[in-house]
């Protein structure tokens, strides 16, 4: 499972979603100011696979930022889950996300969880 966001902040968001099951991040930095930078390698030292891009493009270009996760994450990950880093995910039955993907995936459709 991977994750593809666009980020102007971070830290316990990454961690929250290594516990639910993720295991790769494409963080797209939105002209963070908090020093996301230094955050990310932190992180990638405690071997979190983070990959940053820099993509300080106003908020109407994040569809194209997902966009171009979504051709890097191709090759690499089964499923990617584009959310915000104010979005979490919850799991009220305690499963993790291998397990719920796994489940969805025998039925061979995908399932898309929109709240506008």
């Known amino acids: 499972m991977c994750i593809c966001s666009m ?3 971070l830290k316990e968001w990454v961690m929250y979603h ?3 099951g993720v295991q790769r991040w494409f ?3 939105n002209n963070s100011d908090d020093e996301t930078d ?3 390698e932190v992180l990638q030292s405690g071997n979190y696979n983070i990959t940053r891009h820099l993509w300080p493009w106003i908020k109407t270009q994040e569809a194209a930022g997902f966009g171009h996760c ?3 994450a191709r090759k690499t990950c089964q499923w990617v889950g ?13 499963l993790s996300l291998h ?3 796994r489940n969805q995936s025998m039925y061979g459709y995908v ?6």
């Open 18 to 20: 290594a516990e639910m």
């Open 82 to 94: 584009f959310i915000d880093v104010d979005e979490f995910f919850h799991m009220p039955s305690r």
């Open 7 to 9: 980020v102007r902040n």
């Open 111 to 116: 399932g898309v969880v929109r709240r506008d």
């Open 27 to 29: 963080i797209y930095d």
């Open 99 to 101: 397990n719920v993907l």
């Open 38 to 40: 230094v955050v990310i």
């Open 70 to 72: 979504a051709l890097r």
